[in-house]
């Protein structure tokens, strides 16, 4: 049974950083392509940012880049959403995802990942 458990989540300031960890049991992260998603209250969940599994390149919406950085941990089976430059509009439910077919880009349709973490609360606020 895959199981995916996010933590890291929180409250901080504008300007502040946090990392998200999401620890995977079941499968082995590094043969798949993952995804880190957010939903906003009111608002249909993104993508945030993602690895896909064919060549391994990264993905980053627009209002991340240059602030967040996903990565992976083989040894530990994790993977991370380091977040940087917090702003009031990141503020959000963050779900981490795996995708075991892996045949189309990472970002190309939510519908293509098959697990789900239960979702980290991050709150950006003064």
């Known amino acids: 049974q895959v199981q995916l458990e996010e933590s890291g989540g929180g409250m901080v300031q504008p300007g502040g950083s946090l990392r998200l960890s999401c620890v995977a049991s079941?499968?082995?992260?590094?043969?798949?392509?993952i995804g880190w998603f957010r939903q906003a209250p009111g608002k249909e969940r993104e993508v945030v940012s993602c690895?896909?599994?064919?060549?391994?390149?990264?993905y980053y919406t627009d209002s991340v880049k240059g602030r967040f950085t996903i990565s992976r941990d083989s040894a530990k089976n994790t993977m991370y959403l380091q977040m940087n430059g917090l702003k009031p509009e990141d503020t959000a439910i963050y779900f981490c995802?795996?995708?075991?077919?892996?045949?189309?880009?990472?970002?190309?349709?939510?519908?293509?990942?098959?697990?789900w973490g239960q979702g980290t609360q991050v709150t950006v606020s003064s």
């Open positions: 690895i896909s599994k064919g060549d391994g390149s990264s």
């Open positions: 079941g499968l082995t992260l590094r043969y798949y392509t």
């Open positions: 995802a795996t995708d075991r077919g892996g045949l189309v880009p990472c970002y190309s349709d939510q519908r293509q990942y098959d697990d």
